[in-house]
């Protein structure tokens, strides 16, 4: 993979002084999901934060699974992880899962009991809730507070043991429950949850929360930089307080950075699992999610996602961007990598009245007229062809350059045609035109005649394969940017839906399209970049993904 280095930064501007004054003697982070669903483009910013940033430093980075609440978790969501990470560019040093340091994160609770800074709680959630206080008031201790160590170890162990039910007991960390940060008064560290675990089985039947949990990963690890989102800004003195009070060898410094937002996009997991089980979407990978594998599945390369990250920059800032921006990106990628060849995906037949009947030609054109080493392709052309029904009005407005009675327009690769008449059917609708060629005019013939306006592309209609062309537009409308979606009360946000996200239409390419595999992808004249579907193509049965129209006001500010 090409390693571009990443603009300063403040994160990098702190492992180089860490470097420098001695503090670190080396870099090591961590990428460190939860497998509860599948990762989105939010996820992929953090993969390329924490590999790029220590690879520039011949640092490590880890992958590893937060798993510690396994009536979310599921073998499906880690399998696509890993899948994801590599099909964008990045190997971990060492997989690890924070399951593996149940036995660990145990003792290390009890160490804190031993140490007055943890007790058994028997409030419910709710009163826990309320016993906390709020913003502007204190909270209030619970009668728990006071037990004794024997008695907490005690009911620990008798916790672990499977001697209560859900709810029933939770540990707490005992800190402060006056503190003006809520995460700091007297947090839960443990829950009771009789639920297998897709790694470790029923031997548990006690969970530690991510607040406990993870600085406690970070440090066995031996990770420097933890490397997070801003909304865990104020957890960050509990991070501390953890890794401190469990005497753990090692202190990792929590950094934080702002999340990435996209305009019109859900990138709330738990509102794409809704989507994904009520099927309002093809599965995880509908090529109209933020997911990686539905962005793969689209079309999307994984350099135009590392572009575009690389582009969006490192900061605090929990902005949108606008997702022009990662579509620039990907046009950018494949100019100069796609095939560009001819599709119709609205048919309307043509028949070249004076063109001889059986006969046809091949007529060449480039494959990538911006990349010449790509060589050259063969056309078929015929005496009937398709042409797209928008490139035909009857009765056209100014400046319509297409095709209309008496107009003459060039086919792209091909000849001058003239629409000399046209049928309808019993509704009133052009199903087919009559037209004439010029023979002196074939492409590349040097012909300096008269000039038309209007070129539009074609296909051979007898030498010609069907395709079904799947158009994508924003399946999230009327949202200013993805915050207003993903703060959207539950009963409200099915109704940001777009109806119209999804047109399946079935035309034709040319015939030369042959031996293509999954993720093909290809420029289609004037309609766009396409990408062969994976999921639905099936032998001769080819089904196109618009991955982005060629076109677009956006433009990058340098």
């Not at 180089?16 to 996820?43: C, M, Q, W």
Request: with cysteine; aromatic share 10%.
């Amino acid at each position: 993979m090409e390693n571009k280095e990443t603009s300063s930064n403040f994160i990098k501007t702190i492992m180089e002084e860490d470097l420098r004054s001695g503090k670190r003697d080396a870099i090591v982070t961590r990428f460190p999901p939860e497998p509860n669903g599948y990762l989105h483009i939010g996820h992929a910013k953090s993969i390329f934060i924490n590999f790029e940033l220590a690879d520039q430093f011949n640092g490590r980075t880890n992958l590893r699974f937060d798993d510690t609440n396994p009536l979310k978790e599921d073998q499906e969501f880690v399998d696509s992880i890993k899948e994801d990470v590599k099909w964008l560019g990045y190997d971990w040093e060492e997989l690890h899962y924070a399951s593996n340091y149940f036995e660990e994160m145990y003792l290390r609770a009890v160490l804190l009991i031993k140490k007055g800074l943890a007790y058994v709680e028997d409030l419910s959630i709710e009163e826990i809730r309320e016993y906390r206080g709020t913003l502007t008031e204190p909270g209030k201790e619970s009668p728990s507070r006071s037990r004794s160590v024997e008695e907490n170890l005690d009911l620990f162990e008798r916790m672990k043991n499977g001697e209560f039910g859900n709810g029933e007991k939770v540990l707490r960390a005992k800190i402060d429950m006056t503190s003006g940060n809520m995460n700091m008064r007297d947090p839960v560290l443990y829950r009771i949850s009789h639920t297998t675990h897709h790694n470790t089985g029923d031997t548990w039947c006690i969970y530690p929360m991510y607040a406990f949990a993870h600085p406690l990963e970070d440090a066995i690890e031996g990770v420097t930089h933890s490397l997070c989102t801003t909304e865990f800004e104020e957890q960050r003195p509990l991070y501390n307080w953890v890794v401190e009070n469990a005497e753990m060898d090692t202190q990792p410094q929590q950094i934080e950075f702002g999340r990435l937002n996209l305009t019109n996009t859900v990138m709330s997991k738990r509102k794409l699992k809704q989507l994904v089980e009520e099927n309002v979407i093809d599965g995880w990978d509908d090529p109209r999610l933020p997911t990686i594998s539905g962005l793969r599945r689209r079309g999307f390369t994984p350099e135009s996602i590392r572009n575009f990250i690389r582009e969006t920059g490192v900061s605090k800032g929990n902005g949108a961007v606008d997702k022009q921006m990662l579509d620039h990106f990907i046009r950018e990628d494949l100019k100069l990598k796609a095939p560009r060849t001819m599709s119709v995906i609205r048919p309307l037949k043509v028949v070249i009245t004076n063109y001889p009947e059986g006969e046809s030609e091949m007529l060449g054109a480039e494959v990538n007229p911006e990349n010449p080493e790509m060589g050259t392709r063969q056309i078929p052309f015929s005496r009937e062809i398709y042409i797209e029904q928008e490139d035909f009005m009857e009765d056209p407005p100014k400046k319509y350059h297409r095709l209309y009675p008496g107009n003459e327009v060039r086919l792209k690769h091909a000849y001058f045609i003239k629409c000399e008449d046209f049928v309808k059917d019993e509704n009133g609708n052009v199903v087919e035109l009559h037209c004439t060629y010029d023979p002196e005019t074939k492409s590349g013939s040097g012909f300096t005649g008269r000039k038309v306006k209007g070129t539009i592309h074609w296909v051979d209609a007898n030498d010609s394969k069907p395709a079904q062309f799947r158009l994508y537009d924003s399946l999230i409308l009327d949202a200013e940017d993805e915050e207003d979606v993903d703060d959207a009360q539950e009963k409200t946000f099915m109704d940001y839906i777009n109806p119209n996200s999804l047109e399946v239409l079935d035309g034709f390419v040319e015939s030369n399209m042959t031996g293509l595999k999954p993720n093909d992808k290809f420029q289609f004249f004037r309609h766009g970049y396409f990408n062969v579907d994976p999921k639905y193509t099936k032998g001769d049965d080819l089904v196109f993904n618009r991955i982005v129209s060629l076109k677009s006001s956006f433009k990058l500010n340098k």
